[in-house]
Structures are given as structure tokens and as C-alpha cells.
């Protein structure tokens, strides 16, 4: 009697790697896609500004001084502590970049996030994650910021400065901090002990970037309603 071939095992979809990914190796919550989505309010939320402003933000500032950064649709989003977002109408009027159209943007509590494909390709068939740059940052050749990834001229959503497997994410974002640039004082010691990345600091530089990045776009289009407020 002939025993029955089984069906050939048809391969776990990239997208259900990629949560499965998220929540083994760093512990975070996902939202079944397609496309899956990461959870903020949780371990994190994200500061979202345009990738040409984010770009600039990131010339400025080496990873040590950002959490993990993504890419997406020519937006890029920074991953901030948890609560962070709160915190952004509040510091931005500190700050005096209160009442300025800006395009910077927070997600908290039950907002969600498409999550990149993991970094080096550990589930997507897009295979190893390219060579990076000085800035963390892939490097790239004649597109925009971050276009040497694959994917990101496509608008996929890619990490610039991935999260690292195995690693707590928590000590690595930017937060605000008791002695740090803004409402708590001077730099350097954070909430949860030194070294913390200064939220502060990120907040500012990424509002100096997007004016910045608006007024230039708007003297492209002709548009000279206000100069530029930048030597």
C-alpha cells in the first residue's frame, strides 16, 4: 500500500516573520498586517518629521544621541521614550517653536507604527542589510537620505539605525532628563541615570531642521514670504 506524499510545507509569509521577529528578539508588541505594525505607548513612541529634515537631524546627531531611526514614504521616525509624545506640545512651546508650522509630529498611546523589515534581512527576502555609514545611516549614492537601503526609494519602511536583538531599547531613547537642555536643566543626566540621550536636545535640533527644510522648499517653489532665518 502506498503511503501518501504530505504536501510540500508552503514558507511562513515575510510578514509574519517580521512580527515574530520583533516580539522573540525584542520584546515588542505587534499588530498583525499586512503590513504589521509595531505598538507605541508601550516600549516607545516616535517622533515623526520629513525625511529631508530628518536627514539633517541625523548629520547632527550620532546615533549615540538618537534611539533607533526608520524610514518610511519620505518620513523619517525616531524612536523617543515612552511618554515622549505627551510631552512634545508642552516642549515645543518651551523651546519657543510654539504656534510654527513645523510637520514634526509625536505618536504615543495606542498609535501604531509599520515596522521596518528586520534589520539585515532576517526574515525578508531582500536579503543582507547594506554597508552603513558614518552617521548610522545606509550609505547611499545619488537619491536621497538613507536611499542606499533597499526598498527606501520605494517607500518601504527600512531602519536607518536599527534596534539591536538582545539588547533593552529603553536606555537607548531619547527622554527627558533632570539636568538636561530644556524644563529639567543641563545635559548629560537622565531620568533613568547618565548617558541617557537628551530628548531636549533632539526636539530642538529636529525643529531648527524642519523650518529649516520648509523654508527651503518654499523658496524652490518661489514661495519668499519669509527668509531664511539661517546663516
Known amino acids: ?10 514558507p511562513l509569509p515575510a510578514k509574519v516573520g517580521s512580527a ?8 515588542w508588541a505587534t499588530v498583525p498586517g499586512p503590513p504589521v505594525a509595531l505598538l507605541t505607548g508601550l516600549r516607545f513612541d516616535v517622533l ?9 537631524v541625523l548629520r547632527r546627531i550620532d546615533a549615540a544621541g538618537t534611539g533607533p531611526v526608520a524610514r518610511a ?17 508642552g516642549l515645543l512651546d518651551w523651546l519657543e517653536w510654539g504656534g510654527i508650522a ?11 507604527m509599520t515596522a521596518p523589515e528586520p534589520p539585515g534581512g532576517a526574515t525578508g527576502p531582500r536579503g543582507p542589510q547594506g554597508p552603513r555609514g558614518p552617521t548610522g545611516a545606509a550609505r547611499r549614492g545619488g537619491g536621497g ?3 542606499g537601503r533597499p526598498g527606501a526609494e520605494q517607500g518601504a519602511a527600512v531602519w536607518l539605525r536599527p534596534p539591536e536583538p538582545g539588547r533593552e531599547v529603553e536606555p ?12 529639567g536643566g543641563s545635559a548629560g543626566l537622565g531620568d533613568r541615570g547618565g548617558g541617557v540621550p537628551d530628548l531636549v536636545r533632539l526636539v530642538d535640533t529636529a525643529a531648527t531642521e524642519c523650518h529649516r527644510a520648509r523654508l527651503l522648499r518654499g523658496e524652490s517653489t518661489g514661495t519668499k514670504s519669509q527668509p531664511l532665518a539661517f546663516s
Do not use: C, I, N, Q
Not at 5 to 10: A, D, K, L, Y
Not at 172 to 183: D, K, V, Y
Open 172 to 183: 537607548t531613547l531619547p527622554a527627558l532628563t533632570h539636568f538636561g537642555h530644556g524644563p
Open 145 to 147: 537620505a538613507g536611499s
Open 20 to 27: 515574530l521577529w520583533y516580539e522573540r528578539k525584542l520584546g
Open 48 to 56: 515623526e518629521l520629513p525625511a529631508d529634515a530628518g536627514a539633517a
Open 73 to 89: 514614504a519620505g518620513r523619517m521616525r525616531l524612536l523617543v521614550a515612552a511618554g515622549s509624545a505627551d510631552e512634545l506640545p
Open 1 to 10: 500500500m502506498a503511503l501518501p506524499v504530505p504536501s510540500p510545507r508552503v
Open 102 to 112: 513645523l510637520d514634526l509630529t509625536a505618536t504615543g498611546t495606542d498609535g501604531r
